[in-house]
Structure formats: structure tokens, C-alpha cells
């Protein structure tokens, strides 16, 4: 069985506010949906990916990302991101109530879609994260049989270790680049980011 994943999304114009400045003003909007765009394209086309479901402020606003087959719903309003994930992986087993759910960080802009398939691998089914590349915060949470239980937020690769969430042991580099400033950006950068983003930043793409 294929494992179906959460995505949060908020609206691009409010969301990343550490990454203002990298890019024109007008343009922030742009790239925090361009950052969004590259990470699904890469998610969906990963091995063992059965469904994403964007879970989005104003799914107005990040319409565009239904090109890459993934569904979206409007977070319930005043929960905080925890919410909307616990949300969406609600909805997620209402319609399948044995399935596996997980949550992605919708900023991964050079995902390599090998490095979500080995982490999916390594976690085996079972309660597992991956903590980002400072080593402090969470990219991916995979539920395992039981609840996603997010603790999403400052130190949460703590929280998820605290909770009973095994720390996945794997590289996958790109996986634990997520973006929340401009020195993150820059670190993406080196590592070539997908399409959206490459094009709004002028870095070669060399995600496939």
C-alpha cells in the first residue's frame, strides 16, 4: 500500500517571512509557491507516493499546483499548522482507515525523488522522521499504523524523537534542505533546485 502524504500550505504572499529580501517584494509570493511547486513535483513522482493532499489556507492561491495531481482542501480556520495536519491526515483515513499518512514540508525545493523513495524505505512502515539539515527542525513525518501526532514547530526534531518518532538515518540531502532563509536558499542553490525555482532564481536546474 502506498503511503498518502499532508502538505501545508499557507498563502504564499504571508508565507516564509525570514525569506524576505531574497527576491524583489512583489515577487516573495512568487517564489514561495515556485519553492512549493518544485517540492510536490518531486514528492509525487516518488516510489510508494499514493496521494498528496495540500492542505491550504486559500487554495485559491496555490491552484496552480492541482497541474501536478495532487488534491486540495482548505485548513480549518485558526488551528495552526499542527492542526491542519492532523486535519488532513484525517480525511486521508477517513477514506482509507488502514492507509499510511505522512506530512512534507512544503519547501524542499531540490528534492531528488530517490531521497523521499529511500527514506520512505528505511522508515518501513513504522513512526519515523527526518530532521533537517541544522538537525533541529522536521522535513518529513511518516505515521506508521498509528497517528501522525505533529509536533511541527521550533525544536520539533526533538519533539518527534520525545514522542516516540524514530529519526531516520539516511543522507538524502535534499530532503532535509528546507528552505527558511536566505542562507537555506543559498545552500539549495548549490544543490540545483526544480524547474519553478530555478527559473525565478536564474541557478541552473538539475533536478530531474
Known amino acids: 500500500m502506498g503511503i498518502d502524504l499532508i502538505v501545508p500550505m499557507k ?27 518544485d ?3 518531486a514528492a509525487t513522482s516518488a516510489d510508494g507516493i499514493r496521494r498528496v493532499l495540500v492542505v491550504a489556507a486559500d487554495p485559491a492561491s496555490v491552484a496552480d499546483l492541482t497541474e501536478l495531481g ?12 499542527n492542526s491542519a495536519l492532523r486535519y488532513g491526515a484525517a480525511l486521508l ?25 529511500a527514506a520512505l524505505a ?13 538537525g533541529t527542525g522536521t522535513t518529513l513525518l511518516l505515521a506508521g499504523a498509528g497517528p501522525l501526532e505533529p509536533r511541527f514547530g521550533e525544536g520539533s526534531a526533538r519533539a518527534h524523537t520525545a514522542s516516540g518518532a524514530t529519526p531516520l538515518t539516511i543522507a538524502a540531502e ?35
Open 70 to 81: 495532487v488534491e486540495i482542501v482548505t485548513e480549518p480556520p485558526g488551528g495552526g499548522l
Open 174 to 208: 535534499s530532503l532535509r534542505a528546507d528552505v527558511d532563509t536566505a542562507d537555506d536558499l543559498a545552500h539549495v542553490r548549490t544543490l540545483g533546485v526544480g524547474k519553478r525555482s530555478s527559473t525565478l532564481l536564474g541557478t541552473p536546474c538539475v533536478v530531474m
Open 122 to 134: 528505511e522508515a518501513a512502515g513504522r513512526r519515523a522522521f527526518v530532521a533537517d539539515r541544522q
Open 11 to 37: 498563502r504564499p504572499a504571508e508565507g516564509k517571512s525570514r525569506l524576505r529580501g531574497a527576491v524583489v517584494p512583489e515577487r516573495h509570493a512568487e517564489l514561495v509557491l515556485a519553492l512549493a511547486y
Open 39 to 41: 517540492t510536490l513535483s
Open 93 to 117: 483515513r477517513r477514506d482509507t482507515p488502514s492507509g499510511l499518512v505522512g506530512a512534507l514540508q512544503a519547501d524542499l525545493p531540490a528534492l531528488r525523488t530517490e531521497d523521499l523513495t
